[in-house]
Antibody, heavy 124, light 107 residues
Framework: EVELVESGGSLVQPGQSLRLACTAS????????MTWVRQAPGKGLEWVGF??????????EYAASVKGRFSISRDDSVGIAFVQMNYLETEDTAVYYC???????????????WGQGTLVTVSS | DIQMTQSPSTLSASVGDRVTITCRAS??????LAWYQQKAGEPPNLLIY???ALQSGVPSRFSGTGSGTEFTLTISSLQPDDFGTYYCQHYSTFPLSFGGGTKVEIK
């Protein structure tokens, strides 16, 4: 069974750093692109970033709101995707979800499986 | 960047009603559109991809149409389990983006 489990969320102060992990099981993680999406309390979904599989170069895309502060990576040997979040701001407070990407051509991705999310709270 | 606009933001309908949600893209995304349902405290659940393809396991009362800039999600006969918030999301090019959501309430 496909499963994604996020971890690492906690309460941090503005300006601090945090690393989230998304642990995958039940499928060949290395074959899939992985995305991060967040949802602030009471708000809609916001795309954060995406890492392609090695087959498609392993390259990474970011939303403008996090570019330069967040860094996405993956470790295919253990089936985990990461997002390193630096210089956190109160506006980064959200539940962070990871999702598995499906593609036909390697250029277009939609997301068929999601984890339950991990809560990041940035507050002084 | 491509902006996605959904309407209405909320709707209330009765069991058995036909429900339609609209999503507009700020520029053509061809058919690179997905629809998700999300219930409170849960992750999104993929319903439709490539504008009209039904995800495996999703009931056939859900359907998607459209291409270019205008898209619709239709629930042919609303069921009690269909409450929640629905989001469209384009995947035409990066950065990806979601619509603001449509909250569906059961009367």
């Amino acid at each position: 069974e496909v499963e994604l489990v996020e971890s690492g969320g906690s309460l941090v102060q503005p300006g601090q750093s945090l690393r989230l992990a998304c642990t995958a099981s039940g499928f060949n993680f290395a074959d899939y692109g992985m995305t991060w999406v967040r949802q602030a309390p009471g708000k809609g979904l916001e795309w954060v970033g995406f890492v392609r599989s090695r087959l498609y170069g392993g390259t990474i895309e970011y939303a403008a709101s996090v570019k330069g502060r967040f860094s996405i990576s993956r470790d295919d040997s253990v089936g985990i995707a990461f997002v390193q979040m630096n210089y956190l701001e109160t506006e980064d407070t959200a539940v962070y979800y990871c999702g598995r990407g499906l593609t036909v051509s390697g250029a277009k991705y939609y997301f068929d499986r999601w984890g339950q999310g991990t809560l990041v709270t940035v507050s002084s | 960047d491509i902006q996605m606009t959904q309407s209405p933001s909320t709707l209330s309908a009765s069991v058995g009603d036909r429900v339609t949600i609209t999503c507009r893209a700020s520029q053509s995304i061809r058919s690179w559109l997905a629809w998700y349902q999300q219930k409170a405290g849960e992750p999104p659940n993929l319903l439709i991809y490539q504008a009209s393809a039904l995800q495996s396991g999703v009931p056939s009362r859900f359907s998607g149409t459209g291409s270019g800039t205008e898209f619709t999600l239709t629930i042919s006969s609303l069921q009690p389990d269909d409450f929640g918030t629905y989001y469209c999301q384009h995947y035409s090019t990066f950065p990806l983006s979601f619509g603001g959501g449509t909250k569906v309430e059961i009367k």
